[in-house]
């Protein structure tokens, strides 16, 4: 059984920093994409950034590009996201996501993954 586990949520000033983190076990965790989405309260879950498996190619969503970066270490099973000058706006709930990457191919929809962590709550203050 997937179990997917965020952590590195808290309350931050406008500009400040924080690094996500997101431990796998069970699975194959080499053999998936991971992926970060968001949610704020009111708003649909949308995509963040994603990494494939090897961690050769990275995607990021427009909002996010120059700010945040995602990154993946397989031996420890985790995937990272550090965010950098971060805004208000960035003010939700943040999701890690799993998905066995049988090709080159990497969504950017939250349907295409089949492991979901609980969330772990970023807030930044202005």
């Known amino acids: 059984q997937v179990h997917v586990v965020e952590s590195g949520g808290g309350l931050v000033q406008a500009g400040g920093s924080l690094r996500l983190s997101c431990v796998v076990s069970g699975g194959a965790f080499s053999s998936y994409a991971m992926a970060w989405f968001r949610q704020a309260p009111g708003k649909e879950r949308e995509f963040v950034a994603a990494i494939s498996w090897s961690g050769g190619s990275t995607y990021y969503a427009e909002f996010v590009k120059g700010r945040f970066t995602i990154s993946r270490e397989n031996a420890k099973r985790t995937v990272y996201m550090e965010m950098n000058n971060l805004n208000p706006e960035d003010t939700a709930v943040y999701y890690c996501?799993?998905?066995?990457?049988?090709?080159?191919?990497?969504?950017?929809?939250?349907?295409?993954?089949?492991?979901w962590g609980q969330g772990t709550q970023v807030t930044v203050s202005s």
């Open positions: 996501a799993a998905k066995f990457q049988g090709t080159s191919v990497v969504l950017r929809t939250p349907g295409w993954y089949d492991y």
